[in-house]
């Protein structure tokens, strides 16, 4: 169901209910307005009969009773007027016809402190049954014992299908006054939805068609002030800062590719120089080398020595270069990851000549064996391990440990150091290529690393705070799932 529809159903619903509910309670309202009404107005007749009455007393006042009880019986309205006892028997009856004896009348509901009382004693409240108490007064005594208070009572029983009539009347013009009103509210929401909501959703939709088109020129056009031209004016100034944010991004990357085009130039021509420069440099160093041998001043030798490692210092650099140029190609072979951990901490160990740098690996039996390129790893492991004792002036740890993320299906190395870190400035450089803050160093270890880490889809991060150590965590995706149970914790850390 489309949204428009789904408004229209609720407002029609809650429109249809509050309707009815609306005129069933005026119209029970002036069913009681009416019938209060008539029952004031049969109160004010009683009134009348009472004065007349009282007037009477003393004058044949018994005769003049049942005169007005005969009056009372040829109005139409009244269906039957009686005279009652104190008991509810009826003692007189105009119509001669119908039978008096055991003729009785409940008295009951009556409150007696009331002279006149009111009541509906049938189906549908289309009869009113209305009684007058006659009180015992002294001109009565001649007829009626003193101490008896009431001598009887005058019951009418009036037709009211008149009234019932009205209310009929009322409810059916009531119900057709609402459905009339209802089906105009319902036409003017109508309309008022076809013009004002639904044109004005038609125009955002059109709008958004040309924006995934690629046209950011397109406007919304409302120009209401009511919310819908509120949103309109914001949507409007959204498009037109995804405008300037798409004209800078262009911009961005048109430098770049600028950028890139330039380094693939350098990294061309570096290629080429590199390969001519490698050659003449591992002649010199094998001529180094034998004139080394071959040298009887062992005086001079230490300068031949340093000569050498100078070369061979140069030469890692053309390697690094060669390598950053050339693309990545990856040997995906499926292999245990903590393998190649303990590998590389094995290597780093030997490089470290002193104890002072202690090493602690906790590597995770869980770890499953995965496709990856177990020399690149291998190879990345090893710059980041370097990096770590390099960072560490005198005494520090460097910590090692690896995990498995089965929710996110990724095991992640973390290489951590207590070295003495990077400058905020600096971290994120590191990782661009030919930056570096070593005397002795290319640039080109972590951004060929970032590279090896980014081909095999995974994520590098570091975090480094001076003087406090460095953390970097490599996150690389499982494909194959097979769970190595071998287990190796070394070191004094706990786990």
């Known amino acids: 169901m489309k949204f428009r ?45 009472r004065e007349n009455y009282l007037y009477m007393l003393g004058n044949n006042s018994g005769k003049y009773l049942n005169k007005m009880l005969d009056e009372l019986n040829n109005n139409h309205d009244v269906i039957r007027a009686v005279l009652l006892d104190s ?7 105009p119509d001669k016809t119908e039978a008096v004896v055991d003729s009785f009348i409940p008295l009951d509901w009556i409150n007696k402190e009331k002279l006149t009382n009111i009541q ?12 007058m108490t006659v009180e015992n007064r002294p001109e009565c005594y001649d007829c009626h014992e ?11 029983d009036f037709r009211t299908e008149h009234l019932a009539g009205n209310m009929d ?80 991004l262009e911009e961005y990357h048109k430098r770049e590719l600028m950028q890139a085009q330039k380094l693939a130039t350098v990294g061309e021509m570096a290629s080429g120089i590199a390969h001519e420069i490698k050659n003449p440099l591992t002649g010199i160093a094998n001529a180094i080398e034998i004139i080394a041998e071959e040298m009887d001043d062992s005086s001079k030798k230490p300068i031949l020595d340093e000569i050498h490692r100078q070369v061979q210092r140069v030469n890692k650099t053309i390697n690094d270069l060669l390598r950053f140029s050339r693309p990545i190609d990856l040997q995906l072979a499926a292999g245990n990851i903590n393998e190649v951990i303990r590998t590389m901490v094995f290597f780093l160990q030997n490089q470290v ?16 064996v995965f496709d990856f390129d177990a020399k690149q790893i291998e190879a990345v492991l090893i ?16 910590e090692v440990f690896s995990r498995f993320l089965a929710e996110e299906d990724t095991v992640e190395i973390v290489i951590k150091d207590s070295g003495c870190g990077i400058p905020v400035k600096n971290l994120s450089k590191v990782v661009k290529p030919f930056f570096t803050t070593k005397s ?19 994520k590098i991060h570091i975090e480094s705070e001076e003087k406090r150590g460095t953390i970097v965590t490599i996150s690389l995706p499982v494909k194959k799932k097979v769970i190595s149970k071998n287990f190796i914790f070394t070191g004094n850390a706990h786990v």
């Open 169 to 248: 009347t009322l409810k059916t013009f009531g119900w057709i006054m609402t459905a009339i009103i209802l089906l105009s509210v319902l036409i003017s929401m109508r309309i008022l939805h076809y013009r004002s909501i639904r044109n004005s959703l038609n125009k955002f939709q059109d709008t958004i068609t040309d924006i995934q088109k690629g046209n950011l020129e397109v406007r919304v056009p409302i120009d209401s002030s009511d919310e819908l031209g509120r949103l309109a004016k914001s949507f409007n100034l959204m498009l037109e800062k995804l405008k300037l944010m798409q004209e800078e």
């Open 87 to 93: 008991d509810g028997r009826i003692v007189y009856l």
């Open 120 to 131: 509906s004693y049938n189906e549908g409240d289309r009869k009113i049954r209305a009684i």
């Open 383 to 398: 710059n980041l391990g370097l990096n770590a004792i390099q960072a560490i002036e005198s005494k520090g740890f460097i």
């Open 353 to 368: 000549k002193t104890s002072d740098i202690q090493f602690i690996t906790r590597l995770r039996p869980d770890i499953p």
């Open 146 to 156: 003193a101490q008896k208070k009431i001598l009887g009572y005058i019951n009418i």
């Open 5 to 49: 529809t789904k408004v229209l159903a609720s407002l029609t619903v809650l429109l249809i209910t509050v309707s009815f509910i609306s005129f069933w309670l005026f119209s029970n309202f002036l069913l009681d307005r009416m019938k209060a009404n008539y029952e004031e107005h049969m109160t004010t007749i009683f009134s009348l009969l």
């Open 440 to 458: 002795k160093g290319t640039g080109l270890g972590l951004s060929i690393s970032k590279e090896i880490i980014e081909k095999h889809g995974g």
